[in-house]
């Protein structure tokens, strides 16, 4: 007898939870209503591991863990589980029951339970991730490697599907349950030696090849049967780490007649580090800096054994090339969705830190969705070893100063700004809408907005959502003109109908720069009489002038579409930056 789906509970906002399903459209995740939906995620560990529980719940209420994550301005977790957790106990002193006393006699799947629903109260969506066998850390090859255990009788390929397909039918009735993340970092066993590939010949069946192209599938294939809705991930095998292109060929991405089974609902997922690379990468190679074992390292490199570099050994323009030749192409061709579910460094400067900022904008330029690796803070179960990627302070709460890497994040358009993610209701007065694009006045071609809604007043609730929906989609231009791409009339349009139906909203389209050639005079303001170089009010300055041009271009598309308290201002924004903000202005006393 299969178990009955369990029921999501009270408390999540049924407006946020009404976007959902998901599914794919191109290279886009979009929601019900067709609009882009971004996996802006971050990895939330523990449930894979030893303690076989989400970490910081022995150091803080599973309420505030969940709040921070929400006013970081990530929108989804990835959430990693063992098989073995499934049928486990948290382990002891791995829960503060003073803090968390409602987790006080659950087993480990329940506390999994109360995790989900406590995301969804925040407005944070989930995709389950099955990451390891055993609870244990994901290391290198190991009896983790694979879907299954090939030495034990319990953990059988079909033991784990059916796993699966008890956690989707548990799941059912949860909405911001959005997707199921297959296996994590497929990758060879040493013992006894088995080793993954994609489509297996049956030669290499004979010598211990698996094939992961069909256990994924069947498992995708059980899953929708009986959640259709649910988004499928399936990642490429970690090592080798080829392109994704013979993936999409097998799944029908690249072919007009996509197997109806998975048409709309399929990712396919990849993890970067600066210590990983392309094809039979010598992990951490980096660090063999002297002696015998830099030696080896160019020797096997020379070969051919091992791969010429790592990604974080490469230079920009190398990176960029390998991500288009792995799976960027298919983005830029919109022919599926890639996810980066995992990348992340640490906080200090160095080589890691070096990686990431050539990484994160590489991620902007690309548009692509991700989930940061990891939000965890303190020791690793089972190790002791401190968790140097985590985002959090100690206290598993917002750090009180400004985290580098969450600051690259926003800088490429990848997170929020800062102070523009708090809760929805309950602010009162003039509320932004900030642009998240970075923009020098030499690449002024390229700019898109892409406008987040970060909070309303409690009296502008009611537009909040599809005013939501619209404006964190690109509104597009063509290249260094204020000409609206078809993209670009279509998302106005949209915003349009949505203020049609709210007469009290104003709305201001504010274009804003910060570039060099203001900062002589910031008091006269960029637009002042000083700046002005003739009467049709030029501001001396292209990048600034084409972002006037183009906010006039969607005041006037919007009043053309019928809205009334439409109209344009000038400010400053950050130094080097152009782009555009947008004011949603409830009118007094509404």
């Given at each position: 007898?299969?178990?009955?789906?369990?029921?999501?509970?009270?408390?999540?906002?049924?407006?946020?939870?009404?976007?959902?399903?998901?599914?794919?459209?191109?290279?886009?995740?979009?929601?019900?209503?067709?609009?882009?939906?971004?996996?802006?995620?971050?990895?939330?560990?523990?449930?894979?591991?030893?303690?076989?529980?989400?970490?910081?719940?022995?150091?803080?209420?599973?309420?505030?863990?969940?709040?921070?994550?929400?006013?970081?301005?990530?929108?989804?977790?990835?959430?990693?589980?063992?098989?073995?957790?499934?049928?486990?106990?948290?382990?002891?002193?791995?829960?503060?029951?003073?803090?968390?006393?409602?987790?006080?006699?659950?087993?480990?799947?329940?506390?999994?339970?109360?995790?989900?629903?406590?995301?969804?109260?925040?407005?944070?969506?989930?995709?389950?991730?099955?990451?390891?066998?055993?609870?244990?850390?994901?290391?290198?090859?190991?009896?983790?490697?694979?879907?299954?255990?090939?030495?034990?009788?319990?953990?059988?390929?079909?033991?784990?599907?059916?796993?699966?397909?008890?956690?989707?039918?548990?799941?059912?009735?949860?909405?911001?349950?959005?997707?199921?993340?297959?296996?994590?970092?497929?990758?060879?066993?040493?013992?006894?030696?088995?080793?993954?590939?994609?489509?297996?010949?049956?030669?290499?069946?004979?010598?211990?090849?698996?094939?992961?192209?069909?256990?994924?599938?069947?498992?995708?294939?059980?899953?929708?049967?009986?959640?259709?809705?649910?988004?499928?991930?399936?990642?490429?095998?970690?090592?080798?780490?080829?392109?994704?292109?013979?993936?999409?060929?097998?799944?029908?991405?690249?072919?007009?007649?996509?197997?109806?089974?998975?048409?709309?609902?399929?990712?396919?997922?990849?993890?970067?580090?600066?210590?990983?690379?392309?094809?039979?990468?010598?992990?951490?190679?980096?660090?063999?800096?002297?002696?015998?074992?830099?030696?080896?390292?160019?020797?096997?490199?020379?070969?051919?054994?091992?791969?010429?570099?790592?990604?974080?050994?490469?230079?920009?323009?190398?990176?960029?090339?390998?991500?288009?030749?792995?799976?960027?192409?298919?983005?830029?061709?919109?022919?599926?969705?890639?996810?980066?579910?995992?990348?992340?460094?640490?906080?200090?400067?160095?080589?890691?830190?070096?990686?990431?900022?050539?990484?994160?904008?590489?991620?902007?330029?690309?548009?692509?969705?991700?989930?940061?690796?990891?939000?965890?803070?303190?020791?690793?179960?089972?190790?002791?070893?401190?968790?140097?990627?985590?985002?959090?302070?100690?206290?598993?709460?917002?750090?009180?100063?400004?985290?580098?890497?969450?600051?690259?994040?926003?800088?490429?358009?990848?997170?929020?700004?800062?102070?523009?993610?708090?809760?929805?209701?309950?602010?009162?007065?003039?509320?932004?809408?900030?642009?998240?694009?970075?923009?020098?006045?030499?690449?002024?071609?390229?700019?898109?907005?892409?406008?987040?809604?970060?909070?309303?007043?409690?009296?502008?609730?009611?537009?909040?959502?599809?005013?939501?929906?619209?404006?964190?989609?690109?509104?597009?231009?063509?290249?260094?003109?204020?000409?609206?791409?078809?993209?670009?009339?279509?998302?106005?349009?949209?915003?349009?109908?949505?203020?049609?139906?709210?007469?009290?909203?104003?709305?201001?389209?504010?274009?804003?720069?910060?570039?060099?050639?203001?900062?002589?005079?910031?008091?006269?303001?960029?637009?002042?009489?000083?700046?002005?170089?003739?009467?049709?009010?030029?501001?001396?300055?292209?990048?600034?002038?084409?972002?006037?041009?183009?906010?006039?271009?969607?005041?006037?598309?919007?009043?053309?579409a019928g809205c009334k308290n439409v109209f344009t201002s000038t400010g400053h924004g950050c130094r080097y930056r152009v782009g555009m903000a947008v004011k949603i202005i409830p009118a007094k006393?509404?």
């Open positions: 007898m299969q178990p009955e789906p369990i029921e999501l509970g009270s408390g999540t906002p049924e407006d946020w939870l009404a976007q959902f399903p998901l599914s794919t459209k191109g290279r886009h995740i979009v929601n019900k209503f067709g609009e882009r939906f971004r996996l802006r995620g971050i990895n939330w560990y523990g449930a894979s591991d030893t303690y076989h529980i989400v970490g910081g719940l022995d150091v803080q209420r599973l309420e505030v863990i969940c709040d921070a994550i929400h006013s970081l301005g990530f929108n989804v977790v990835r959430l990693p589980f063992s098989n073995e957790m499934l049928t486990s106990q948290p382990a002891q002193g791995s829960i503060d029951f003073g803090k968390n006393p409602q987790l006080e006699g659950l087993s480990a799947l329940q506390v999994l339970d109360e995790v989900v629903r406590c995301l969804g109260r925040h407005g944070v969506a989930v995709v389950l991730n099955n990451h390891t066998t055993y609870g244990e850390w994901c290391g290198g090859p190991d009896r983790n490697g694979l879907w299954f255990d090939p030495g034990s009788k319990v953990y059988t390929t079909e033991k784990w599907i059916d796993d699966w397909v008890m956690l989707g039918r548990r799941y059912k009735m949860f909405a911001h349950v959005v997707g199921h993340d297959l296996r994590n970092e497929v990758r060879f066993c040493p013992w006894p030696f088995r080793w993954p590939s994609w489509n297996s010949s049956s030669c290499s069946r004979i010598v211990g090849g698996c094939d992961w192209a069909q256990a994924s599938t069947a498992c995708a294939s059980q899953l929708l049967e009986i959640c259709p809705e649910k988004l499928i991930v399936i990642e490429r095998i970690i090592w080798p780490m080829r392109s994704l292109h013979s993936y999409a060929s097998t799944l029908g991405f690249s072919v007009p007649t996509l197997p109806h089974r998975f048409q709309g609902k399929l990712v396919l997922g990849v993890h970067h580090y600066s210590w990983n690379g392309p094809g039979r990468y010598l992990a951490f190679a980096h660090t063999y800096k002297t002696g015998c074992l830099h030696l080896i390292k160019r020797v096997l490199r020379f070969l051919g054994i091992f791969s010429n570099a790592n990604y974080g050994e490469m230079k920009m323009e190398t990176l960029y090339e390998h991500v288009m030749d792995q799976w960027g192409h298919l983005l830029s061709t919109d022919c599926c969705p890639v996810w980066i579910s995992e990348f992340g460094t640490g906080n200090n400067e160095g080589f890691d830190l070096d990686w990431f900022r050539q990484f994160v904008r590489i991620l902007g330029d690309l548009d692509a969705d991700y989930a940061y690796w990891p939000l965890n803070v303190g020791p690793k179960p089972g190790s002791g070893e401190d968790e140097s990627y985590g985002v959090l302070s100690e206290t598993w709460t917002p750090k009180p100063h400004v985290d580098v890497r969450l600051k690259l994040l926003e800088e490429h358009g990848l997170l929020p700004k800062q102070g523009m993610k708090r809760k929805i209701v309950g602010q009162d007065g003039q509320q932004t809408l900030r642009s998240f694009d970075r923009h020098t006045p030499e690449a002024v071609g390229r700019e898109f907005l892409k406008a987040q809604l970060a909070g309303l007043s409690e009296t502008a609730w009611k537009a909040h959502k599809e005013i939501q929906i619209a404006l964190k989609s690109d509104i597009g231009f063509e290249a260094s003109s204020d000409e609206l791409t078809s993209v670009g009339r279509r998302i106005v349009k949209k915003v349009a109908s949505v203020l049609n139906r709210h007469s009290s909203l104003q709305v201001c389209i504010e274009c804003h720069t910060g570039c060099k050639c203001h900062d002589s005079d910031l008091k006269t303001g960029p637009l002042s009489p000083a700046r002005r170089k003739n009467d049709g009010g030029e501001s001396g300055c292209k990048a600034m002038d084409l972002s006037q041009r183009r906010a006039k271009a969607v005041v006037d598309a919007l009043k053309s006393g509404q």
